[in-house]
């Protein structure tokens, strides 16, 4: 009886070390690699823990998407922004890529207040290749070059997540102009659906750190939580629940970065029953204990 090989859970980090990163690592939030077609695990597929923003210089690929098999040519843009499973199906020789990797808790900081982006969201997660005219890819280049020298010449790290969510925010509405420019009818769909998570993330936004049951913010929208979860994964490719412990996590990364605070003030401070209850949330969603996580920070 044959079983199906794992499929490997990568994360930004060691994507990184395989694309060969040309900037410094920003706490686990983002990178920009040069070359995307080294980011393979062996043949196998798996499963990247960051959303992939990636344009191919040269040459051509099949990748293995979610469930589906897409081409990617020279000019395109290819944009996983859901949970889906990757593998490189075939690559010719000259193939080269490069990629904007941003991981999940940054996308979730710097698209807050956005509704505009809703609609493209789901339009990307439906199709993720966009073919780029000239003007298009000479733009997405300028805006890769400029994220790079502005990341790799930070002075001071006081107002990086600032700075962050602004070029980050930058880089979004620009493939958004492109997408809105190709399909105008891109807004159309699923209205409703775009009006909920919105609501949904400003509520998530502002209770967060109190609440993490999905019922929670059902009730308060008035909504089922199997119809709350549905609506949202349509819209951002993850449930309710996945966007919820996004934002815990971040919020206990931030905290802990302040070496003055103790775990134990973390866990209260996120209203966490006891110290212990948030070591074993924290390594089930990253694979580390909260002081692990501090001491890798160190490093």
Not at 36 to 46: T, Y
Not at 59 to 64: H, L, M, Q, R, Y
Not at 291 to 296: L, Q
Request: aromatic share 12%.
């Amino acid at each position: 009886m044959s079983h199906a090989a794992p499929i490997r859970q990568l994360s930004l980090d060691e994507a990184r070390e395989l694309g060969g990163g040309a900037m410094p690592y920003l706490s686990g939030r983002l990178t920009i690699i040069d070359r995307f077609e080294d980011l393979e695990v062996s043949g196998e597929k798996f499963q990247p823990a960051f959303l992939v923003f990636g344009i191919c210089t040269a040459g051509s690929a099949v990748v293995w998407l979610g469930e589906r098999e897409v081409r990617v040519t020279c000019g395109d843009l290819l944009l996983c922004v859901g949970q889906s499973v990757m593998s490189w199906q075939s690559k010719t020789d000259d193939f080269r890529a490069m990629a904007l990797l941003v991981s999940r808790e940054c996308l979730a900081d710097s698209i807050m207040g956005l509704h505009q982006l809703w609609p493209y969201l789901r339009f990307i997660y439906k199709e993720p290749v966009v073919h780029l005219d000239a003007d298009s890819l000479a733009h997405l280049h300028h805006t890769y070059e400029f994220m790079r020298y502005r990341l790799s010449t930070v002075t001071s790290r006081r107002f990086l997540g600032e700075q962050l969510s602004l070029l980050l925010r930058m880089a979004y509405f620009d493939v958004c102009g492109i997408l809105e420019q190709r399909y105008p009818d891109t807004q159309g769909e699923h209205a409703a659906g775009y009006a909920v998570f919105d609501r949904f993330l400003h509520l998530l936004d502002e209770h967060f750190r109190e609440q993490r049951s999905v019922t929670w913010y059902s009730d308060r929208l008035c909504l089922t939580p199997k119809y709350l979860s549905e609506v949202v994964k349509a819209v951002s490719g993850q449930t309710a629940g996945q966007w919820i412990t996004t934002f815990v996590i971040s919020e206990a990364k931030r905290l802990l970065t302040d070496t003055s605070l103790s775990v134990k003030e973390i866990a209260q401070a996120l209203h966490f029953t006891s110290q212990s209850f948030l070591g074993k949330y924290f390594k089930n969603a990253t694979g580390l204990s909260p002081s692990d996580y501090r001491h890798e920070l160190e490093k």
